[in-house]
């Protein structure tokens, strides 16, 4: 069974901090995605990795960076937190020929 | 780039009745369409998709159906029932930028009331 694990359910911080929302699957895939959820606005995506230590841009990556030192993890970064960051982050994760394996989400709250 | 509109954002049924959710896309291009059901709480979960060289596809109670001269596609639930309920999103991805790129809908909240 795939899993895809979010290291935080919950994460409250305050603006201008740096935030680091960890992603981590373990079924060796290397397609690796991060997006954001807000009621009405479905699913939007962040950043995406095809590879190790590859990123690309996808429709809203202001204000996020991403790492993805090893296949199996990949991170988001808030550089330094604003409140229209206030939101439900969903990782995801597939091999290329299925659908999209998501993460349980973090919602994160910037005071 | 890839526009995907999703009719309507919600929609309320009796346990029985058929439910179909109705999305449209804006590049050609796409070729590949999945459904994802977000029951209160949980991830999104695949529950049928469809590519571009195939009409409709059925799974059980639910099915999919594709008009691409139209750009738009559906999600069909018959015999609805109560655990049904979950807001449903549609997608579309589009060949030039890669098969797992996806644009999502904004999702329809379905209620289904025993």
């Known amino acids: 069974d795939v899993k895809v694990t979010q290291s935080s359910r919950y994460l409250v911080k305050r603006t201008g901090e740096k935030v680091f929302l960890e992603c981590v699957q373990d079924?060796?895939?290397?397609?690796m995605f991060w997006y954001r959820q807000d009621p009405g606005l479905g699913l939007r995506l962040i950043y995406f990795?095809?590879?190790?230590?590859?990123?690309e841009k996808g429709d809203i990556p202001e204000g996020y960076s991403v790492s993805r030192e090893k296949k199996e993890r990949f991170s988001l970064i808030l550089e330094s937190a604003s409140t229209s960051q206030t939101s439900m982050y969903l990782c995801?994760?597939?091999?290329?020929?299925?659908?999209?394996?998501f993460g349980s989400g973090t919602q994160l709250s910037v005071l | 780039g890839e526009n995907v509109e999703q009719h309507p954002s919600t929609l309320s049924v009796q346990e029985g009745d058929s439910a179909v959710i109705k999305c449209t896309y804006s590049?050609?291009?796409?070729?590949?369409f999945p459904w994802y059901k977000q029951e209160l709480g949980k991830r999104p979960q695949l529950i049928i998709d469809?590519?571009?060289?195939?009409g409709e596809k059925k799974d059980q109670r639910i099915a999919v159906t594709l008009n691409k001269t139209a750009k738009h596609f559906s999600l069909h639930i018959t015999e609805t029932q109560p655990e049904d309920s979950a807001v449903y999103f549609c997608?579309?991805?589009?060949?030039?930028?890669?098969?797992?790129?996806?644009?999502f809908g904004t999702g329809t909240r379905l209620l289904v009331s025993p």
């Open positions: 995801a994760s597939t091999p290329g020929d299925r659908g999209l394996f």
């Open positions: 079924m060796d895939h290397e397609n």
């Open positions: 990795s095809y590879d190790v230590k590859m990123k």
């Open positions: 590049d050609s291009a796409s070729n590949y």
């Open positions: 469809i590519r571009s060289n195939v």
């Open positions: 997608a579309a991805s589009n060949r030039n930028t890669g098969f797992q790129k996806l644009v």
